[in-house]
Structures are given as structure tokens and as C-alpha cells.
Nanobody, 126 residues
Framework: QVQLVESGGGLVQAGDSLRLSCAAS????????VAWFRQAPGKEREFVAA???????AYADSVKGRFTISRDNAKNTVYLQMSALKPDDTAVYYC????????????????????WGLGTQVTVSS
């Protein structure tokens, strides 16, 4: 099992940038796919981005070109660099990890991930 802790959330203005971090402990997740999901008030949880152990990546259409996911296996940490933030990006952002197949079709499905962090709040004001 992997323990995940998110950090880096906060209150920013539209157009600003923010970097989220997901630190893992318990075991190295070098063989895992690590993803970011988010959930806004009154809405369902949605996929944001994922990165595989071989640095493959996938993004939701809503964040393509604005968000970049990366990982540092030596530090057991995954980052989500968010730029050009919009009020619609306001949500609790969760990190998740799982030993998923190397096919990004599997990476967007939340129930496929067995390990989750507690989330970090991102609020974007207009």
C-alpha cells in the first residue's frame, strides 16, 4: 500500500499558476501510474491528469495545454503544474496511485486506483 499526501493548494486569482505535490511513502511507486483527480462542490469527481512509470502522460481535455504532470521517482513525488488557472478549476485535488497497465485508457477511471490522498483545496477567484 502507498500512502499519499498532497500539498501546494491555496487561493489564487484567475490567470495565476500553482504547483501541487503528491508525496508517497510506504513503498516506492516507481512501477505505478499516479493521477490527479478533482472534485468541485456539488459535482462528481473527475480525472485531471496521470503519469506512468515510463513517463507516459494523459490529460483531461479541460486542462490540456494549461496543466503539466511530472514525477520524480527518486523523491517519490508527483507534481501537477497548473497555469492559466480559471475559476472552474476550483476543487479539492486528490492524488491517486495504482499499478495500472501501460494503456492510458485505464488511467482515467477513478475506481481503478486503490490508494488515495486526503486532497488539497485549490480555489481560483475571478
Amino acid at each position: 500500500q502507498v500512502q499519499l499526501v498532497e500539498s501546494g493548494g491555496g487561493l489564487v486569482q484567475a490567470g495565476d499558476s500553482l504547483r501541487l505535490s503528491c508525496a508517497a511513502s510506504g513503498r516506492a511507486f516507481s512501477g505505478y501510474v499516479v493521477a490527479w483527480f478533482r472534485q468541485a462542490p456539488g459535482k462528481e469527481r473527475e480525472f485531471v491528469a496521470a503519469v506512468s512509470w515510463f513517463d507516459g502522460s494523459a490529460y483531461a481535455d479541460s486542462v490540456k495545454g494549461r496543466f503539466t504532470i511530472s514525477r520524480d521517482n527518486a523523491k517519490n513525488t508527483v507534481y501537477l503544474q497548473m497555469s492559466a488557472l480559471k475559476p472552474d478549476d476550483t476543487a479539492v485535488y486528490y492524488c491517486a496511485a495504482a499499478p495500472l497497465p501501460p494503456n492510458s485508457d485505464y488511467w482515467t477511471n477513478g475506481p481503478g486506483y486503490g490508494d488515495w490522498g486526503l486532497g488539497t483545496q485549490v480555489t481560483v477567484s475571478s
